[in-house]
């Protein structure tokens, strides 16, 4: 059987001050550099900055790379959103920034953050919620460098075990892919209460505790 390319969704910074740091910048492009030469798809937000520095690196190394847009068409993405369209795939979701978001997370098999404000801080909230594996570029700015600070004091929540952090690029998707391996995605939407009661196979109690709300 074929093995299976992993999809690696790259999130964070797209305008702000965090783009203007152009060791950031270079370390969102080597992150794509490296998917690229793991053979990984790339997947982001078909936004500009941070995400999109990825997909260029992704692309030096011949990486397959896809983009969700928020747009419902490629003349609103390019001239309403004022986005970037050099990703191999577009799909035009017509959802807007928020419900753009929940479809790149769950379509890929685990994320990367890089920097990041607002937005990205909801796209991980939602890759926490849903138990996806998550790879945190620190040293990068934004919520990157606050998300200890965020889980545990703010929200009274766990870092769970399938959450990885490093400043460098290689070094983090190494920590990426074991745990992708050690800890299956759920298989529901709302595991933490559906599967509260009933065992399976794929079910794993870490995520279960740290979903616990405060």
């Known amino acids: 059987?074929?093995?299976?390319?992993?999809?690696?969704?790259?999130m964070g910074s797209a305008s702000g001050p965090q783009i203007e740091n152009q060791e950031v910048r270079?370390?969102?492009?080597?992150?794509?550099?490296?998917?690229?030469?793991?053979?990984?798809?790339?997947?982001?937000?078909?936004?500009?900055g941070l995400p999109h520095d990825a997909l260029l690196g992704a692309e030096e190394e011949g990486a397959l790379t896809i983009g969700i847009s928020p747009a419902f068409s490629e003349h609103e993405h390019l001239h309403e959103y004022k986005s970037p369209d050099g990703q191999d795939v577009i799909i035009y979701?017509?959802?807007?920034?928020?419900?753009?978001?929940?479809?790149?997370?769950?379509?890929?098999?685990?994320i990367v953050i890089v920097a990041g404000g607002i937005g990205t801080l909801n796209e991980f909230t939602i890759a926490y919620e849903e138990g996806r594996p998550?790879?945190?570029?620190?040293?990068?700015?934004?919520?990157?460098?606050?998300?200890?600070?965020?889980?545990?004091?703010?929200?009274?929540?766990?870092?769970?075990?399938?959450m990885v952090f490093d400043p460098d690029p290689k070094k983090l998707l190494d920590k990426l892919e074991k745990v992708i391996e050690k800890y299956p995605l759920p298989i529901h939407?709302?595991?933490?209460?559906?599967?509260?009661?009933?065992?399976?196979?794929?079910?794993?109690?870490w995520w279960h505790e740290a979903g616990k709300r405060g």
Not at 1 to 10: E, F, H, Q, S, T
Not at 138 to 154: K, N, Y
Not at 189 to 205: F, I, S, W
Request: hydrophobic share 30%.
């Open 134 to 162: 998550i790879g945190i570029l620190t040293e990068s700015g934004g919520i990157s460098d606050s998300i200890p600070h965020i889980v545990e004091d703010l929200c009274r929540r766990k870092v769970a075990p399938n």
């Open 1 to 10: 059987m074929k093995k299976k390319r992993l999809k690696i969704g790259v």
């Open 189 to 205: 939407e709302d595991g933490r209460v559906v599967d509260a009661d009933k065992p399976e196979p794929r079910r794993t109690d």
């Open 93 to 110: 979701t017509g959802l807007g920034f928020m419900e753009r978001d929940i479809i790149n997370i769950r379509s890929s098999d685990a």
């Open 26 to 48: 270079e370390r969102a492009r080597e992150l794509g550099r490296e998917i690229g030469r793991r053979r990984y798809i790339l997947i982001n937000g078909a936004c500009p």
